[in-house]
């Protein structure tokens, strides 16, 4: 047996909501049929309303100066950079002129990527034959 009274071998019972019928979607319930009653249904009739008073608690929407946890989060993340950023961590002046040179090494290698990544990407120019003269003059001055 199942929690609904259906035996687990009977697939007809499974989903059965009128007392000893089979289940047919299509049939339309008649007056003064027994419909078995969920605990929610039940529930609904009773129209229970618990007997407490208000709580004093508000939303933090209705009180000033709530507690935000993504202000808090983000306030705490700007503060470690902030340190981060005027704060040696005990290591010596050389390291950090080498971090800083290897840093500016680094953005170079990605600029040399990107440049050969554009000019693969740009149409090749077609050279223009010999035999066209040039529009404008060539002006050559000797200094």
Same mark, same amino acid.
């Given at each position: 047996?199942?929690?609904?009274?259906?035996?687990?071998?009977?697939?007809?019972?499974?989903?059965?909501?009128? &007392?000893?019928?089979?289940?047919?979607?299509?049939?339309?319930?008649?007056?003064?049929?027994?419909?078995?009653?969920?605990?929610?249904?039940?529930?609904? !009739?009773? !129209?229970?309303?618990?007997?407490?008073?208000?709580?004093?608690? !508000?939303?933090?929407?209705?009180?000033?100066? &709530?507690?935000?946890?993504?202000?808090?989060?983000?306030?705490?993340?700007?503060?470690?950079?902030?340190?981060?950023?005027?704060?040696?961590?005990?290591?010596?002046?050389?390291?950090?002129?080498?971090?800083?040179?290897?840093?500016?090494?680094?953005?170079?290698?990605?600029?040399?990527?990107?440049?050969?990544?554009?000019?693969?990407?740009?149409?090749?120019?077609?050279?223009?034959?010999?035999?066209?003269?040039?529009?404008?003059?060539?002006?050559?001055?000797?200094?």
């Amino acid at each position: 047996m199942r929690g609904n009274g259906a035996r687990h071998d009977d697939p007809d019972n499974r989903f059965d909501r009128r &007392a000893g019928e089979t289940f047919d979607r299509l049939d339309d319930e008649e007056e003064g049929e027994q419909i078995r009653e969920s605990a929610r249904q039940r529930a609904r !009739r009773r !129209r229970y309303r618990p007997k407490y008073s208000k709580p004093r608690r !508000r939303p933090a929407a209705e009180r000033e100066g &709530a507690f935000n946890a993504l202000v808090w989060i983000l306030d705490g993340v700007t503060g470690l950079l902030e340190e981060l950023q005027h704060n040696d961590l005990g290591l010596p002046e050389e390291f950090w002129v080498h971090a800083y040179a290897a840093r500016r090494e680094g953005l170079l290698a990605l600029r040399a990527i990107l440049d050969a990544c554009i000019d693969e990407d740009a149409p090749p120019t077609e050279a223009s034959p010999s035999s066209e003269r040039p529009k404008r003059g060539g002006i050559n001055i000797d200094f």
